[in-house]
T-cell receptor, first 113, second 115 residues
């Protein structure tokens, strides 16, 4: 599986935008970029995913570099509830039924009130 | 979405014993997975639970240590056998509603402490 690299930790002030980077220089053409987050004492939850184009949903935006070797998860207005570990994951869809997720170490996001 | 419950939510067990963790989903799903999260670490996939056949284990995990059952499309169990303190972890069940879907749903986890 292609590997992702994320900063171990980041801090942001409440009500400000947060940009969480992810490097995936060995990404293949069939790799989707997924983001999950894990709130304290909970299982991970899906945030967003994309292939080539930037994506927006109610939780966040995903900006994907033109060469696809990096991406950025954007939380437009961080709240205290966004404090979590954020995981950037590549999933190869070329294998039918390959749903398994390979979690890296993620970025621990701290929100400062 | 899918609502997933796990039982027990936590347990403290003695070494050498076994514990069976249950995962129940509120609707039928195609794929179910079991993950382990050791203290302060990320998640590691143990196996894919296949309905009606043997689970598919990841490298480093074996059926004798982590037997898995999946009798239907809404239920699975993971047994941690002959436990040692190194098995102290959070065990999480996750599901994907269909193959090649983009979203997995995770249960709240079972926190296991082995003394």
């Amino acid at each position: 599986d292609a590997k992702t690299t994320q900063p171990n930790s980041m801090e942001s002030n409440e009500e400000e935008p947060v940009h969480l980077p992810c490097n995936h220089s060995t990404i293949s053409g069939t790799d989707y970029i997924h983001w999950y987050r894990q709130l304290p004492s909970q299982g991970p939850e899906y945030v967003i995913h994309g292939l080539t184009s930037n994506v927006n949903n109610r939780m966040a935006s995903l900006a994907i570099a033109e060469d696809r070797k990096s991406s950025t998860l954007i939380l437009h207005r961080a709240t205290l509830r966004d404090a979590a570990v954020y995981y950037c994951i590549l999933r190869d869809v070329s294998n039918f039924g390959n749903e398994k997720l390979t979690f890296g170490t993620g970025t621990r996001l701290t929100i400062i009130p | 979405s899918a609502v997933i419950s796990q039982k027990p939510s936590r347990d403290i067990c003695q070494r050498g014993t076994s514990l069976t963790i249950q995962c129940q989903v509120d609707s039928q799903v195609t794929m179910m997975f079991w993950y382990r999260q050791q203290p302060g670490q990320s998640l590691t996939l143990i196996a894919t639970a296949n309905q009606g056949s043997e689970a598919t284990y990841e490298s480093g995990f074996v059926i004798d240590k982590f037997p898995i059952s999946r009798p239907n499309l809404t239920f699975s169990t993971l047994t941690v056998s002959n436990m040692s303190p190194e098995d102290s972890s959070i065990y999480l069940c996750s599901v994907a509603r269909d193959t090649n879907t983009y979203e997995q749903y995770f249960g709240p986890g079972t926190r296991l402490t082995v003394t």
